[in-house]
């Protein structure tokens, strides 16, 4: 009898697959966007670096004026005793957190903010950037790291900077079990086995000694034990080119 697919057993939700929250010792955001941050600036410490396996990069305590520790991605060049300053009248300095608004172009921004007050969405790995491009009168556009230009409402704030650890790769991983604690904490699926070098009753792939004889299109009615590869797709290949009249 044949085995589930990868994809099957990740999709019931075992422990296997799922991320261990319990292991995530710090939810990073940015401090509740209240009126004084809108038209001042609040003024906070750097007081402690730490590490969470939630986060790629390296995290950082920051003590406000008022006396609450708030958890942010520490940028590459802070240390402990530096001054970060929270709202629209923050000065452009590393690690201080502002309106899109407030940023001019071309500064090195993470951390961003989809909703005004979220705490934080986009550009959150180590290493990662976007750039401020344009401004207009509610709207500013970013460069993301994958290239990609988004627009953001004016009012959704940043952290200036670059995240932190940006070298963790570079390194070479000599060993496997290396690689397999590093992944272990993201729950993401690792190791990545094709189809076709798997056995016949682990994969519709599987078993073929010279990998070839079988089409890889799947009608779109099959059961879920055989949907892989190309979904109910009307040609595979680069296909033929036509002549010139």
Not at 13 to 22: E, M, V
Not at 197 to 216: L, N
Request: net charge positive; hydrophobic share 40%.
């Amino acid at each position: 009898m044949g085995k589930m697919l990868n994809q099957q057993r990740r999709g019931k939700g075992s422990p296997a697959f799922t991320a261990p929250s319990h292991k995530f010792s710090a939810k990073v955001g940015f401090r509740n966007y209240d009126e004084k941050e809108k038209t001042a600036a609040v003024k906070g410490t750097v007081v402690k670096f730490f590490n969470n396996p939630a986060h790629s990069g390296l995290l950082m305590n920051v003590k406000d004026e008022n006396g609450n520790l708030i958890s942010m991605l520490a940028p590459e060049g802070i240390a402990i005793g530096d001054e970060i300053e929270f709202g629209a009248a923050a000065g452009i300095k590393l690690g201080n957190v502002l309106p899109l608004s407030k940023i001019p172009d071309g500064m090195l921004v993470y951390n961003i903010e989809l909703v005004p007050g979220d705490g934080g969405k986009m550009v959150r790995s180590a290493g990662n950037s976007a750039t401020i491009i344009s401004h207009t009168e509610n709207e500013v556009y970013v460069s993301l790291p994958s290239k990609k230009v988004k627009i953001f409402d004016a009012n959704c704030r940043a952290q200036l900077g670059l995240i932190s650890v940006g070298g963790r790769l570079i390194r070479p991983i000599f060993k496997a079990g290396k690689k397999y604690h590093m992944v272990s904490s993201t729950a993401r699926y690792w190791p990545k086995v094709r189809g076709v070098a798997m056995s016949v009753y682990d994969h519709p792939f599987g078993g073929k000694q010279h990998h070839s004889g079988r089409s890889t299109i799947v009608a779109r009615n099959a059961s879920p034990g055989r949907k892989v590869g190309l979904l109910a797709a009307a040609s595979v290949g680069r296909g033929k080119r036509r002549k010139r009249v």
